[in-house]
């Protein structure tokens, strides 16, 4: 049996992960933390880190990019792994993750979805075809109108994956209402759209002369993030110090 504990227990991730976890006959969750919101659990919940007493496999982050630096400061005092699912990291705070994993095992994705993860592979294949063809790629990505940051992390997981396939230093473009030229070639077209209870779709375009390929991916309610996260987390368990990935987990269902 693995045990967990869910940081950012009480926002709406954490509640769908605590439910998710619940339900998972291999794993328990033994605690959370969150400062934020008195909600009641079945098991308890600190305020912080550094207050929290139990002892678990793995912790899962569902948070803020605030947090994160103290978040990883703690767990790298205990010794706990870390499933770090929180996006809008800072240059600083990446930093801050790669000196930590020297110490305890990270996995760190910008979307934990088995699916993205997959798609991210597919996109490295095919943007070593059609960008020697000449396709442009660009990237459309939309969201819930509560979604903090943009474009988000999941899209940029994506716009990586074509830049790595294709071998072009591409120039991610955000928007394009401050220029009247036409495209570049190595302009990457990333534009968010914002609205509704949108838990997140993905379209990932590649334009060429006469044909347009499109690899989309929808997700049609947050359960897929939270799955993919516990699935990380049992992965997690038990390994050495180092950053890992989604690719790392669906690399171990072989």
Do not use: W
């Amino acid at each position: 049996m693995k045990r967990f504990i869910i940081n950012g227990v009480n926002g709406h991730m954490g509640a769908v992960l605590e439910e998710m976890i619940k339900n998972d006959p291999e794993c328990e969750t033994v605690c959370g933390i969150d400062p934020f919101g008195e909600k009641p659990h079945d098991f308890p919940v600190f305020r912080s880190i550094d207050e929290c007493t139990e002892g678990a496999d793995c912790l899962i982050d569902f948070s803020t990019a605030a947090g994160v630096p103290a978040l990883l400061s703690g767990c790298v005092a205990k010794g706990l792994p870390v499933v770090l699912c929180t996006t809008g990291l800072s240059d600083e705070a990446l930093e801050g993750v790669k000196k930590a994993s020297v110490s305890i095992p990270i996995l760190r994705s910008a979307n934990m979805s088995l699916g993205i993860n997959v798609i991210a592979d597919l996109l490295r294949k095919a943007a070593k075809v059609f960008a020697p063809a000449g396709f442009d790629a660009e990237i459309v990505e939309t969201h819930h109108n509560r979604k903090l940051d943009a474009p988000s992390g999941t899209a940029l997981l994506l716009a990586d994956a074509v830049k790595e396939g294709s071998g072009k230093e591409y120039e991610y473009i955000y928007g394009r209402s401050d220029r009247r030229e036409k495209r570049g070639s190595r302009e990457l077209g990333i534009s968010s759209v914002r609205g509704g209870n949108v838990a997140g779709i993905h379209d990932v375009m590649f334009l060429g002369e006469d044909e347009i390929i499109t690899i989309s991916h929808q997700a049609t309610s947050r359960n897929v993030f939270a799955h993919g996260a516990v699935e990380a987390a049992k992965f997690l368990s038990g390994k050495k110090p180092g950053l890992y990935d989604m690719a790392d987990v669906i690399a171990s269902k072989d």
